[in-house]
Every structure is written in structure tokens, then in C-alpha cells.
């Protein structure tokens, strides 16, 4: 997936090979991920391998997963957690 220079995505994005040089504001999954020297990304990536260029403005955390992609797709079948006040 390749987020275009002028574009803005706001949501999480899970993809085999990312490369940012738009903005992106949420979670960034991906085999290869590439941030540009014009990105912008707010949110954590999750990545098996990275590349941050000089310039690329990034705020959140970076974690290295053998697969990524895996996780993701879990996460998602997970139920939603209850509050104890939700039950009542």
C-alpha cells in the first residue's frame, strides 16, 4: 500500500509492504514499512522491518513482530472487554 503524498488516512492500516509519504493518523501493521521524508504518521507501527528516512515526522511507538500481520488479524476476533459498571 502506498499512502500518497497529499493523502490522509485516519484509521489503522495492515498491509504486506506500507510506504508513507502522506499522513496517517492510527496504526500502521506491515511486513516492510517505509516512512518518507515528507510523512507524517500519529500512532504506533507494528513492522517486521523498517525505514525511517531523515525528515519523516513520526509521534508514537515502534514494535518489531516476526508477523505482524498475524497479530492483527487477531486482535480483531477478540471480543470487546466489559467494565464491571457494563454488567450491572
Given at each position: ?33 517505509r516512512l ?12 517486521k522491518t ?7 515526522h513520526f ?30
Amino acid at each position: 500500500m502506498i499512502v500518497g503524498e497529499t493523502a490522509t488516512i485516519k484509521g489503522e492500516i495492515v498491509a504486506d509492504e506500507i510506504v508513507v509519504n502522506g499522513r496517517v493518523v492510527g496504526r500502521v501493521r506491515g511486513l516492510k514499512v517505509r516512512l518518507t521524508a515528507t510523512a507524517r504518521v500519529e500512532g504506533d507501527i507494528v513492522h517486521k522491518t523498517i525505514a525511517i528516512e531523515s525528515g519523516a515526522h513520526f509521534e508514537g511507538s515502534v514494535q518489531r513482530q516476526d508477523d505482524p500481520l498475524q497479530n492483527a488479524s487477531m486482535a480483531k476476533l477478540a471480543p470487546p472487554r466489559t467494565s464491571s459498571s457494563d454488567a450491572e
